[in-house]
């Protein structure tokens, strides 16, 4: 897994070998709260780029030519200004007497975590084959901002050999943080009731299962019903759930799916080491345009990190001294893991102990 100042090095040692060809797709491997959209928005500028937003996102199925011009961003939301709405480029595969885009199935909106892929896959790849199939037909590169893939990372990277897989990490105080701040003023609790809901329908996993109980996640009871009730009830759950579990719920996600993307990304945007040095942008931007011929520009990145450390004051109700448990069963239950690049293993530490640091402050 390729960091980006590796690559000068890695250049040179292979300047006598023929160049690879480019790959023909991104896929960006994100979390909620992770601003992975900032980083999609940098890919998406480029006029060689189709930027295909949330894929698998359930909004999709209700999607309609008139809903493509109302999805902006919100005052709320923390998303940077968009040339074009969030799913300007499913327009083609929209039709004005139907609601949904053309091949997606509500069942995508889950992730899973076991190792072979499910009954859904063949329908998944085939519909994100068709978004890429209409992007190269108009010689565009297909890049899409995953929020539900982490679980899917390997099947994807199997089925799409062909595209650059990019994992956004950023440490899971800060990521939390921005989640549970818009419940905390706004009454948003989406992004408080996701881990829940994916956890909660993961749990018959034995790795979901297993981490669950590592980071001690109370979970909604699962009855028999259907994925959409359940989701409801989980965010039912998350308006009043108590802040030490939905931050455990919050880091067992969390470390799923930095496992999949420990297991083989070929490469990683550290958005806490990108809002700090731009060197580390610099290198990024080298390291698409080597890979994808794409060249973003990422010189205008936030310092994420002090942003949470300005904002301790406002994470009340949450004791950030009890977290530390659970940031160190998390970093246990990786390092136990086979498979997973030592390299990535070091990140993923330096990123609990940032949390430790910063949650340190939240009373």
Not at 67 to 87: D, E, M, R
Not at 108 to 115: L, Q
Not at 123 to 137: D, S, V
Request: proline letters at 6%.
């Amino acid at each position: 897994m390729p960091l980006p100042d590796q690559l000068s090095t890695a250049s040179s040692m292979n300047d006598a070998a023929p160049r690879s060809p480019l790959k023909q797709a991104v896929f960006l491997h994100t979390g909620w709260r992770s601003a992975g959209t900032w980083v999609w928005s940098r890919l998406r500028e480029p006029q060689r780029a189709a930027g295909f937003y949330e894929p698998l996102s359930n909004v999709l199925a209700d999607l309609t030519l008139a809903g493509v011009a109302a999805s902006q961003p919100t005052l709320t939301s923390g998303h940077p200004p968009l040339a074009a709405p969030y799913f300007d480029e499913y327009r083609p595969f929209l039709r004005d007497d139907v609601r949904g885009v053309s091949g997606y199935d509500r069942r995508f909106s889950i992730d899973r975590f076991s190792r072979e892929p499910d009954a859904t896959f063949p329908a998944l790849q085939a519909y994100l084959r068709q978004l890429c199939g209409q992007a190269a037909e108009q010689g565009r590169v297909p890049v899409f901002k995953f929020c539900r893939s982490g679980g899917r990372l390997p099947w994807l990277r199997h089925a799409f050999a062909d595209a650059l897989h990019v994992g956004v990490l950023r440490n899971p105080a800060s990521q939390f943080a921005s989640g549970w701040l818009l419940r905390q003023q706004w009454s948003n609790a989406f992004f408080v009731a996701a881990p829940f809901r994916v956890l909660g329908l993961n749990q018959w996993d034995p790795l979901v299962r297993e981490v669950v109980g590592i980071c001690g996640v109370s979970l909604p009871p699962l009855a028999s019903i259907p994925d959409d009730a359940y989701a409801v009830a989980c965010e039912q759950f998350a308006r009043t759930v108590n802040s030490d579990n939905a931050y455990r719920a919050f880091i067992a996600l969390w470390i799923l799916c930095a496992l999949r993307m420990g297991e083989g990304v070929d490469l990683l945007i550290d958005m806490d080491r990108l809002g700090q040095s731009r060197d580390y942008g610099a290198g990024l931007r080298a390291a698409f345009d080597a890979q994808c011929g794409l060249s973003p520009e990422f010189g205008n990145a936030r310092d994420l990190v002090e942003e949470t450390r300005r904002g301790a004051a406002r994470m009340t109700g949450i004791d950030g001294g009890a977290l530390r448990a659970v940031h160190s069963a998390a970093l246990k239950f990786l390092k136990a893991q086979a498979g997973v690049d030592t390299g990535f293993v070091e990140v993923v530490r330096e990123k609990m102990v940032l949390a430790n640091e910063l949650t340190g402050a939240w009373r």
